[in-house]
């Protein structure tokens, strides 16, 4: 699949709330996350599925989510843009938020090898 | 100025249709642009400032522009996206079109050095 074609599965995939589905399935092994800022316990990059999927996984459990929404992919080559919108609670403060997010894609070989977050905090 | 404020400087500047001063003011003398394709008498990377001023008069003379909009910035690091909406008419053609896009822009030394834009035809 070309950036285009895993683009719109990957917006699909989230759109059904599969975001687990989607990193499974277009992932790479080596990809690489990077976060517009480092958290206390998480630095801003990390590398390889096992710790992408952890990040996916602490987000999960400590977000209620009410409503999500992924729109694009915007693509350029073999990279692809998608704008993400989550209206969450985050559970350990119970602060209700919006958040409105870029995510900058790269693939290579068929599979993302790149996830860059674009955000304020 | 950082990226963060260069892109809300961009934003502002492009929603009051002030593009062509948000180049001449925001951009470095060796900017490199690059569409997501390219067309038949337009390369889809050009570089320097003069290069990129003509392309937006191309696109300024050849569009009749109903709305714009510009949302963002989205920062990380060095770099921040913007998403672009226009109503458009195309003039050569009569044909009005919504023109939604994604520019991904890098800064160094205090100027955009590099403007990377993701869309579909």
Redesign the interface.
């Known amino acids: 699949m070309n950036a285009?074609e895993i683009g719109t599965k990957l917006v699909e995939l989230c759109n059904q709330g599969k975001n687990h589905e989607a990193m499974q399935t277009l992932y790479a092994e080596d990809i690489v996350s990077?976060?517009?800022m480092s958290m206390p316990n998480m630095p801003a990059e990390q590398r390889g599925i096992a710790a992408i999927m952890e990040k996916g996984k602490w987000w999960a459990d400590n977000n209620e989510v009410h409503s999500a929404k992924a729109v694009?992919p915007?693509?350029?080559?073999d990279?692809?843009?998608v704008?993400f919108t989550y209206e969450t609670t985050f559970k350990p403060t119970g602060k209700r938020q919006t958040m409105?997010?870029?995510a900058?894609f790269t693939v290579a070989n068929g599979k993302i090898v790149r996830e860059?977050?674009?955000?304020?905090a």
């Open positions: 285009m990077v976060e517009a694009g915007f693509p350029q080559g990279r692809f843009i704008r409105d997010e870029m900058l860059e977050f674009f955000y304020t």
